[in-house]
């Protein structure tokens, strides 16, 4: 028994990995370890298989997932006691694999520019897609910080996904998902899901399983916090709707709790102090927001405290330092006009009422948003795939992941590896967005050539490789002044303009980008009503 046991547990522990080794891609970059990136087990990844505790059965079904008699399973870093159950066949819900006949199956992770991108393009004619993500919308990022003060109301920047990718609502085997990925089996095809929160199914976390014949990563990236203490329980960042709309309410409740009678003068400047952490193109747009706010809205509706408010822009080096010096000097000059105090500055550690730089000052603050740029996920730097320069997922000139067969990864979750000789591109909108726009033609080309299934690629001829070029940035200041950088690279020469007319540039890119005929409609009419009447300032929630 003891001896079985033991054969059992080697062979499991082997990940059947030596079976699937003639399915992986013989297109490895030197120095990429195909036994380390195609094992569905190593290092962790999928330890939460081993781990599994069999529950009661239970009577479930929805759009395609099999039902199975049900397994909750431990954390994914938990090791739990051996028992004889371990080494049983685990059996849980699954989307199974396609069969012949059928279309073959896509499966996206995120519901970012890239995926939506992505989404929007692919030909499900030839695909069934499966997206998985935990929300079911598109934010449009770049009008994000106008929702925090009431420039535009926060439905004006959601895109439901499944409006733009309609399968998902009416095809009989696309399917969105709203659940997180904790886990990709490379070998056998196959991503591990746990849904979103505790919302009251009979097993909480719920987990599952969709098998796949072509895989897209898309997951996006996290805030920066570079490891400074503080930061995570007390900042504020600006990445999502939700985001948005807790520094709206933070900021009204700040301004209405400042007018009670008791509170000191020294509560009322900390209260009413916002701090904006991050000179980029966010920091600096919101900054301009907040300033525009103060102006126009605080100075007639909270009289009181108008005198009190203020707010400060922190930066290690220059503020905007990928545009022209040109207009990074007009945006320093136009923020401290409008009142915005600029410090260059390293925060050291944050406190629930102050943030100490590393010269030893101490800043007091009401609000503090943090927005100092982004890098990998914890679940992309749990993957066991090969990582370019900062610990994205690498991948080649046409975005697919080397050594592991019909993954491909897109978005700021992924960044060309050293080996391609091509530098990992900026984590922009736009450059995820063509990554998107590039690879949903792949796709569909490869789709049309029969070439959809899993394993089926291989000898496909793809074309030419991906090929970014740099578009431009643009950036509002406040009070109707925006920067237009046309170069197409820091270095480069190109058109540069600031001023009204480059914040009517800005203002028209971005409502014909918004993805909805629907949003820009919500978008133009709140522009307008803001225009005539104000923004709005009532704090709900």
């Known amino acids: 028994m003891a001896l079985a046991r033991l054969a059992r547990t080697g062979l499991r522990r082997s ?12 297109m490895c970059f030197e120095g990429v370890s195909t036994h380390k990136y195609s094992s569905p087990c190593v290092e962790g990844n999928l330890l939460f298989l081993s781990s599994m505790r069999k529950t009661d059965q239970m009577n479930f079904w929805s759009r395609g997932i099999k039902t199975t008699p049900q397994y909750q399973f431990a954390q994914a870093e938990r090791i739990v006691e051996e028992s004889d159950s371990e080494y049983e066949s685990p059996r849980y819900p699954s989307l199974e694999a396609t069969k ?18 992505f989404l929007k393009g692919l030909d499900t004619k030839i695909y069934d897609v499966v997206c998985i993500s935990p929300r079911n919308h598109m934010v449009f990022t770049p009008l994000l910080a106008s929702t925090c003060v009431g420039t535009l109301e926060f439905r004006s920047v959601a895109e439901p996904v499944s409006q733009i990718q309609s399968a998902l609502a009416k095809d009989p085997n696309s399917y969105f998902y709203l659940a997180s990925c904790c886990g990709i089996d490379t070998d056998k095809h196959e991503v591990y899901c746990e849904t979103v929160g505790n919302v009251g199914l009979p097993y909480e976390p719920y987990r599952f399983k969709v098998a796949y014949d072509k895989l897209v990563i898309a997951a996006g990236a996290e805030p920066l916090t570079f490891g400074i203490n503080g930061v995570k329980e007390h900042a504020f960042f600006l990445r999502e709707v939700n985001h948005a709309q807790e520094i709206r309410k933070k900021l009204l409740l700040n301004l209405m709790l400042s007018e009670n009678p008791g509170i000191s003068e020294e509560e009322k400047e900390r209260l009413l102090h916002c701090v904006v952490i991050g000179g980029g193109p966010t920091g600096v747009e919101f900054s301009g927001e907040l300033s525009d706010f103060i102006m126009r809205d605080v100075k007639d509706r909270y009289s009181h405290v108008k005198n009190y408010i203020r707010v400060t822009l922190i930066e290690a080096n220059e503020i905007l330092s990928s545009f022209d010096v040109g207009l990074r000097q007009y945006a320093t000059k136009h923020l401290t006009k409008c009142g ?10 944050v406190h629930p009422k102050k943030l100490v730089l590393s010269d030893g000052s101490e800043v007091p603050y009401g609000l503090l948003v943090w927005s100092t740029g982004v890098g990998p996920s914890e679940f992309v730097k749990s993957l066991n ?16 992941v080397p050594c592991v067969e019909d993954v491909f990864a897109v978005g700021d979750c992924a960044g060309f590896l050293e080996q391609t000789g091509r530098p990992v591109l900026p984590a922009l909108a736009q450059v995820a967005e063509r990554e998107g726009k590039y690879l949903v033609e792949l796709f569909n080309k490869i789709g049309k050539q029969n070439a959809g299934r899993a394993f089926s690629a291989k000898d496909v001829p793809l ?20 920067l237009v950088d046309l170069r197409q690279s820091k270095d480069a020469k190109g058109v ?3 001023g009204f007319v480059s914040w009517l540039i800005w203002r028209s890119a971005y409502l014909t980008r918004v993805v909805s005929w629907r949003n820009r409609f919500y978008v133009a009419v709140n522009w307008a009503t803001t225009l005539v009447f104000g923004r709005d300032n009532s704090r709900i929630g």
């Open 463 to 482: 074309g030419e490789p991906f090929v970014y070029k740099h578009l431009g940035s643009m950036a509002s200041v406040g009070r109707y002044k925006a």
């Open 496 to 498: 540069s303009h600031a």
């Open 340 to 349: 915005v105090r600029l410090v260059r500055g390293v925060v050291k550690e």
């Open 100 to 117: 012949p006949g059928e279309k073959p199956r896509v499966v996206v992770l995120g519901t970012g520019w890239a995926a939506c991108r």
């Open 385 to 400: 795939l090969p990582k370019s320069q900062g610990g994205r997922i690498g991948i080649d000139e046409w975005l697919r």
């Open 15 to 26: 990940g059947g990995a030596i079976g699937n080794r003639a399915n992986e891609r013989e």
